[in-house]
């Protein structure tokens, strides 16, 4: 079994950086991409960032391009998300996400195989 979990999340002011990491753990699997993407109460959970494994091409949602990085370590088999310039409406459960196939399409949900239980941000004003 393929184990994502999250963690980094937390309460920041406004402005101010989190980085978010997301382990992966249990049984090899490969990967072709990882992600991430947030649900705020009484929203739908969108697309944050996603990654090409391999070859580290990142890709983003506008809403976060130029504030957000994404990341991995591949030896240590970890995916980053370092968030800067937050605001208030970044609140929300971060999840990792990862696709053990060729996926055409970063932003849709059902492309991703493996998700992490969620790590709770909150920016304040």
């Known amino acids: 079994q393929v184990q994502l979990v999250e963690s980094g999340g937390g309460l920041v002011q406004a402005g101010g950086s989190l980085r978010l990491s997301c382990a992966a753990s249990g049984r090899t699997f490969s990967r072709y991409a990882m992600g991430w993407f947030r649900q705020a109460p009484g929203k739908e959970r969108e697309f944050v960032a996603g990654i090409i494994w391999n070859s580290g091409w990142p890709y983003y949602a506008d809403s976060v391009r130029g504030r957000f990085t994404i990341s991995r370590d591949n030896g240590k088999n970890t995916l980053y998300l370092q968030m800067n310039s937050l605001k208030p409406e970044d609140t929300a459960v971060y999840y990792c996400?990862?696709?053990?196939?060729?996926?055409?399409?970063?932003?849709?949900?059902?492309?991703?195989?493996?998700w992490g239980q969620g790590t709770q941000v909150t920016v304040s004003s």
């Open positions: 996400v990862a696709a053990s196939q060729f996926i055409a399409m970063f932003s849709r949900r059902d492309q991703y195989n493996y």
